[in-house]
Each structure stands twice: as structure tokens, then as C-alpha cells.
């Protein structure tokens, strides 16, 4: 999952984006020290109603609202 919404306030929520720091490996070479596991971070990267969110997500996943 690329995407998750957090409620924020009142009837306004969020869209998160995870992505990865510190993502320096390949399948065909797994990490070898802890420095090199990738960290999760989830980015805030739209807010509004949950309909709102709903469909943002549908247009930059699939494309369409």
C-alpha cells in the first residue's frame, strides 16, 4: 500500500505517501549492516474531506476519479 488517510479534525483528513530513506540495495543484494535497511516515512501529500481523499487516490493510483 502506497498510500493511507489520517483523520486530522473535524471532517478533514489526509493522504500519506510512503516512501523509503536511505534505500541503497538491490533485490539480487540484501542489505549487510542496519544502514542499509531502508526507513519508512510517510509523507503528508493531500488533505481534505474523506471523499475528497478517496478520489485523489484513485486518480494518481489508476488514473481516473
Request: with cysteine; aromatic share 16%; net charge negative.
Amino acid at each position: 500500500m502506497k498510500y493511507k488517510v489520517q483523520f486530522l479534525q473535524d471532517s478533514i483528513y489526509q493522504v500519506v505517501e510512503r516512501t523509503y530513506e536511505g534505500f541503497n540495495w538491490t533485490a539480487t543484494q540484501p542489505p549487510i549492516t542496519i544502514k542499509d535497511i531502508p526507513t519508512e516515512i510517510w509523507n503528508p501529500v493531500f488533505q481534505g474531506t474523506l471523499p475528497e481523499c478517496e478520489a485523489w487516490i484513485n486518480l494518481h493510483e489508476k488514473g481516473y476519479m
